[in-house]
């Protein structure tokens, strides 16, 4: 069975549009997506409209989850104190945005996602399999990637949140992360999934128009619309 694994579109239609043209090429047997769909993009609503009506099943992830609960808040801002002034901008300014943009069904079916996604052999998180809001960098030591993703067993963990996309061969299991379809992190500023084949995982990319995107962040009165295409041009993280 082929199956594609697309993460991180954070409401980047454009982008996911150029990726579904992509899969209809391929035409992997199975879709699935690893949460972080809709906020700190333009599109929420269309966004996650096309996920469903396409029949994608999936994880929920970290910017899922705070649009309808923000009882984490305070642990992420003591976690990461040097991340305070972004978290403040997700919670009090791109999530509400968001979520002003959605309807009550979209946030019901977003909060009835589950946090594993498991077929032959491979399972699917957003982050780690018991947080999602940390997971383990491209650079991570074997050792560490075992103590993450060694618990849910199988021949393969795939995970998102990042927007970094590798694939690392483990003498007991591979683990894959399949980057973002809507804001890559690792400088290359083409939309990225995975592809699967068997227990083959391969990193694919996108090119998408980023001039488009822009237009389409201003057009529909997004906060951070300069910096949210500064971010997608150089495909790198940074705050507004």
Same mark, same amino acid.
């Given at each position: 069975?082929?199956? !594609?694994?697309?993460?991180?579109l954070?409401?980047? #239609?454009?982008?996911?549009q150029?990726?579904?043209?992509?899969? @209809?090429?391929? %035409?992997p047997d199975?879709?699935v997506?690893?949460?972080d769909?809709?906020?700190?993009?333009?599109?929420?609503? @269309?966004?996650?409209?096309?996920i469903?009506?396409a029949g994608?099943a999936?994880?929920?992830?970290?910017? &899922?989850?705070?649009l309808?609960d923000r009882s984490?808040?305070? @642990?992420?801002?003591a976690?990461?104190?040097?991340l305070?002034?972004?978290l403040?901008?997700?919670?009090d300014?791109?999530?509400?945005w968001?979520?002003e943009?959605? +309807?009550l &069904?979209?946030?019901?079916?977003?909060? !009835?996602?589950?946090?594993?996604w498991? +077929?032959?052999?491979?399972t699917?998180v957003?982050?780690a399999p018991?947080?999602?809001?940390?997971a383990?960098?491209?650079d !991570?030591?074997?050792?560490?990637?075992?103590? /993450?993703?060694?618990? #849910?067993g199988?021949?393969?963990?795939?995970?998102?949140?990042?927007?970094?996309p590798?694939?690392?061969h483990?003498d007991?299991?591979? /683990?894959?992360?399949?980057?973002?379809?809507?804001?890559p992190y690792?400088?290359?500023p083409r939309? +990225?999934?995975?592809l699967? &084949?068997?227990?083959?995982?391969? /990193?694919?990319?996108?090119?998408? &128009?980023?001039?488009? !995107?822009? +237009?389409?962040?201003?057009g529909?009165?997004?906060?951070?619309?300069e910096? #949210? %295409? @500064? /971010?997608q041009?150089q495909?790198?993280f940074?705050?507004?």
């Amino acid at each position: 069975m082929r199956i !594609a694994i697309v993460s991180d579109l954070h409401g980047n #239609l454009v982008a996911l549009q150029a990726i579904a043209l992509s899969l @209809e090429r391929v %035409s992997p047997d199975l879709i699935v997506h690893g949460g972080d769909l809709a906020a700190i993009g333009p599109r929420p609503a @269309e966004v996650l409209d096309f996920i469903r009506e396409a029949g994608w099943a999936g994880v929920i992830g970290n910017t &899922d989850e705070m649009l309808f609960d923000r009882s984490r808040r305070a @642990e992420q801002e003591a976690r990461a104190p040097k991340l305070r002034a972004w978290l403040r901008i997700l919670f009090d300014v791109l999530a509400p945005w968001a979520f002003e943009r959605l +309807s009550l &069904d979209h946030i019901s079916w977003l909060s !009835a996602l589950p946090t594993h996604w498991r +077929s032959d052999g491979i399972t699917l998180v957003h982050a780690a399999p018991d947080d999602l809001w940390r997971a383990p960098m491209p650079d !991570a030591p074997d050792g560490e990637l075992r103590q /993450v993703y060694g618990s #849910l067993g199988g021949d393969l963990a795939v995970y998102g949140h990042i927007h970094r996309p590798y694939v690392r061969h483990l003498d007991e299991f591979i /683990v894959a992360n399949s980057g973002s379809g809507g804001l890559p992190y690792d400088g290359d500023p083409r939309a +990225s999934y995975l592809l699967i &084949d068997g227990l083959t995982a391969e /990193v694919r990319r996108v090119e998408y &128009d980023l001039e488009k !995107a822009a +237009s389409d962040a201003v057009g529909a009165g997004f906060p951070f619309a300069e910096w #949210l %295409s @500064e /971010v997608q041009h150089q495909a790198r993280f940074r705050t507004p």
